[in-house]
């Protein structure tokens, strides 16, 4: 293999040699110089003339020759390293390709691995393959797979340790869950050092679509959506199940438009307020946490309501509030904010024309003491949701429909 930027093949190696070969020659020139020298200051000597002019002849001899040897030397190093160079690189060459041939040989693998331990439903069929990647989050990539029946489906993937484990209980609950507003959870498999959730496949998320269109939902769309996420949290509040991430990414929308709740790995199964204690651990994504989830640590369903509102202000101004701010201010904010760190946010909620009648009136019921703060039938009642809810059932009943 040919070294680029030098034709003789020795790379910075070629430079070094002429370096080198520029130091013995002028050794080779001051010993004559030195030798004719003495020889200049010693011309009436008689037999020393003839000394030195041999001495001068056998030292110049001597040290071409010496140089020329180490030169030679030198140039079988070079060449000895050029030679193993292109060796070491011919193997990583084909160590490369060893590897790509067998991940080749491991995507055509009928049971593509993850058939140790699998606890999938009957939609997800074998020999199923992989696709192309859809993302990357915090428990690995997830991909599209297809079945051997032309079945399309969503597979997290991730690498299998102590913290990923803790999720098996987790999706084991999901897979039980059945609404038309939260993605299904078809199964999951784990063996090889990975575990694999199967997924029902959506169009993207809620964020996606904004990111998309470069703009936000207008009311129309964020009424719509809300209705379908204002569904879901009622399904999963009335099955103890606290969603604890609700945010505009983990919104996700099938082909018809439908929203549905997704990404449910920080789910937890809990009472109306518990303890981060007693939950085992914080989540949530920080712009979007409830003030009693960021100071005082407490985790429940009315976190999610105060998540919900943040996620309604998202779909109509693309951000959640303070997004501006960074992390850190928005924090200190939070810290020195009054009326149990809602002000902030209630305060907002009246300057902007974008929130009018019942839509602000919702948020501003959203935005306050977790004590205060309605549970999700209490949202599902209000009227800027309750009327399009019973325009989805088609009932004619006063009373707000929610399932």
Known sequence: MAQGGNDSGLGSGGQQFQFDQKLYEALIGNI????????????????AKQVMVLTVDQVTKLATHAANYAAAKYLEKLEEQRIQNEQQQLAQALAAMIGLLAAASSDDDSD???????HST??????????EILGRGAFGVVFRARGPDGFQFAVKEGEENEQQTSLLEEIKCLIKLSH???????????????????LELMAGSIADRMKTNSRPCNILEARRHTVDVVRGLFY???????????KCANILLDSEGTAKLGDMG??????????VAEYGDVGGSILWMSPEALTEKMI?????????GCSIYEMLK???????????????????????????????????EVFQGDLKNLLLEIFVPFQKRPLIEDIACHPWISIPLMLMENKKSTTCAVQ
Not at 236 to 246: A, G, N, Q, T
Not at 266 to 274: D, I
Not at 300 to 308: N, V
Not at 336 to 348: I, M
């Open 32 to 47: 004559t110089e030195t030798v004719i020298g003495l020889y200049q200051k010693n011309q009436s000597l008689g037999e």
């Open 236 to 246: 999963l509040h009335k099955k103890d199940i606290v969603h604890r991430d609700v």
């Open 112 to 118: 593509d691995g993850t058939n140790v331990n699998d």
């Open 180 to 198: 038309p507003n939260i993605v299904r959870c078809f199964g999951f498999a784990e063996g090889g050092g990975k575990i694999y959730m199967y």
């Open 318 to 352: 693309s951000e959640p509030p303070f997004a501006n701010l960074g992390i850190l201010k928005f924090l200190l904010l939070q810290s020195q904010s009054s009326q149990g760190g809602c002000a902030g946010h209630r305060q907002v909620i009246e300057r902007d």
């Open 300 to 308: 429940g369903k009315r976190a999610d309501i105060w998540s919900l």
């Open 266 to 275: 920080l789910s937890k199964v809990g009472s109306l307020q518990q303890t």
């Open 122 to 131: 009957k939609e997800i069929q074998y020999p199923w393959k992989k696709e």
